[in-house]
């Protein structure tokens, strides 16, 4: 049984599109555990709860959270779907990154960061996750993000259950590119800023 394919069917569940498997999410996110085990079994025969119970408890970025009852089960962040998943807001340490492809970087220095098809901007705490998360749409570059000139003027940021840094959106002046060989911040003017 391939646990990463049905994974990855879960997220599509729990974060995109619930009624591909004809699976009610509740406004806080939440399906219910049979109902994705019945429906989830017309793809692979072989699911079961036990199964469900493996994979929220081995993967590697506990991208699901159980209830208390352990009848319910969520994706903690990376919805489209508008739920609510009754996230905290938490002041961030001063900077954070952002994994993203070069191919992105002239619109995202135009634009800022947009949250695109997501509820929010993704961020993280370390710079190896941002070099992971980039390469995922191609040649990686990191941004560093002024997480503490944001918190000074009114902006919001959430920590999720499995420690993912979300926030609305970054204006273009709070970006920075982080060299990673060098390890240091590249401070830039967005008007600097060529391709
Ligand atoms: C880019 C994975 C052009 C943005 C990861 C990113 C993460 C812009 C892409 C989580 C832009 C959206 C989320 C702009 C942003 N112009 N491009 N103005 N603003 N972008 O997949 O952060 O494995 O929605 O830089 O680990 O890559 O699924 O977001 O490249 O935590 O659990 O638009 O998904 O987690 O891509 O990844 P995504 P992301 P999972």
Redesign the pocket.
């Known amino acids: 049984m391939d646990k990463v394919k049905i994974s990855k069917t879960m997220?599509l569940i729990l974060r995109h599109h619930p009624e591909k498997y004809n699976i009610h999410l509740d406004k806080h996110g939440w399906a219910g555990i049979d109902e994705m085990v019945t429906n989830l079994k017309t793809k692979y025969p072989h699911f079961s709860k036990e199964i469900l119970f493996e994979i929220v408890k081995e993967d590697k970025?506990q991208?699901y959270s159980l209830n208390e009852n352990k009848d319910k089960i969520r994706a903690n962040?990376?919805h489209s779907i508008s739920v609510d998943v009754e996230l905290k807001s938490m002041i961030p340490p001063d900077i954070l990154y952002?994994?993203?492809?070069i191919k992105?970087l002239d619109?995202?220095m135009?634009?800022?960061?947009?949250s695109?098809?997501?509820l929010y901007?993704?961020l993280?705490k370390d710079v190896d996750?941002a070099i992971?998360?980039?390469q995922?749409?191609g040649k990686p570059v990191v941004l560093s993000i002024d997480c503490k000139s944001m918190i000074d003027q009114g902006y919001v940021f959430y920590l999720s259950e499995n420690g993912?840094w979300l926030t609305k959106n970054v204006p273009v002046q709070f970006i920075n590119i982080f060299d990673v060989n060098k390890n240091q911040t590249i401070r830039i003017e967005s008007s600097d800023f060529f391709i």
């Open positions: 997220s970025k991208r962040q990376g952002h994994g993203t492809a992105f619109s995202i135009q634009q800022g960061l947009l695109k098809n997501r901007v993704h993280s996750t992971q998360v980039g995922r749409h993912v």
